[in-house]
């Protein structure tokens, strides 16, 4: 089983819808758990870290579950500019790397 | 800057020649990472750096490829004998520390012709 697992998509949806990615992890032990956001060419940008208790910030929500160890991620209300891909990235206790998902690819179309 | 900084944006070498890549982090940084992510793939760790401590080189691909760091600073990566499978982009990240999220440079373009 690989550490992170993410469907890589794409994800096709228009304008205004909700949409919502899985991410699993394999380590029981993982610490830290962060979602970033990498457009065509460019490098990964931190688009929030995801905390036990879940966290919101305007259109995104993340939320973590230990016990099915998956982390996900919620837009709402979607935009063009949403498009991109998304990163699920995890920091495994006694290993020093972030661990990286290949990412799942959003399309948002007019 | 505010940001990871990383030279040379773009460099393209020959088959068999010597590249180093530099990456300046963000003042204050203790961790300091080094990725690899080749077209349409995902990102696949090289080394990590946490302040003076011993660097996690365990996924260096092969012993053409090494790195350095002194202290929180500066960090360069260095490709012996490059082949044409080392083409890829190579992103440097910093964090505060280990468990914090991290922040990419913009990367160097790498292309072994």
């Known amino acids: 089983r690989k550490e992170v697992e993410q469907d890589p998509g794409p994800f096709n949806v228009p304008e205004g819808a909700t949409v919502a990615f899985n991410c699993t992890y394999s380590?029981?032990?993982?610490?830290?758990f962060f979602w970033y956001r990498q457009d065509c060419r460019k490098e990964p940008k931190l688009l929030m870290s995801v905390y036990s208790s879940g966290n919101e910030d305007g259109r995104f929500t993340a939320q973590l579950n230990r016990a099915s160890q998956y982390i996900s991620l919620l837009i709402r209300d979607s935009k063009l500019s949403d498009s991109a891909t998304y990163l699920c990235v995890v920091n495994n206790s006694g290993y020093s790397t972030l661990t990286f998902g290949k990412g799942t690819m959003l399309l948002v179309s007019p | 800057g505010a940001g990871v900084s990383q030279s040379p944006s773009n460099k393209v070498t020959e088959k068999g020649k010597d590249v180093e890549l530099r990456c300046d982090p963000i003042?204050?940084?203790?961790?300091l990472y080094w990725y690899r992510q080749r077209l349409g793939q995902g990102l696949e760790f090289l080394i990590y750096?946490?302040?003076?401590?011993?660097?996690?080189k365990s996924g260096l691909p092969s012993d053409r490829f090494s790195a350095e760091r002194t202290g929180e600073s500066v960090s360069t990566l260095t490709i012996q004998r490059t082949q044409q499978e080392d083409s890829a982009v190579y992103l440097c990240a910093s964090s505060t520390h280990m468990n914090t999220e991290a922040f990419f440079g913009q990367g160097t373009r790498l292309t072994v012709v």
């Open positions: 003042s204050g940084h203790t961790a």
């Open positions: 380590n029981s032990a993982s610490q830290s």
């Open positions: 750096f946490q302040g003076n401590s011993a660097p996690d």
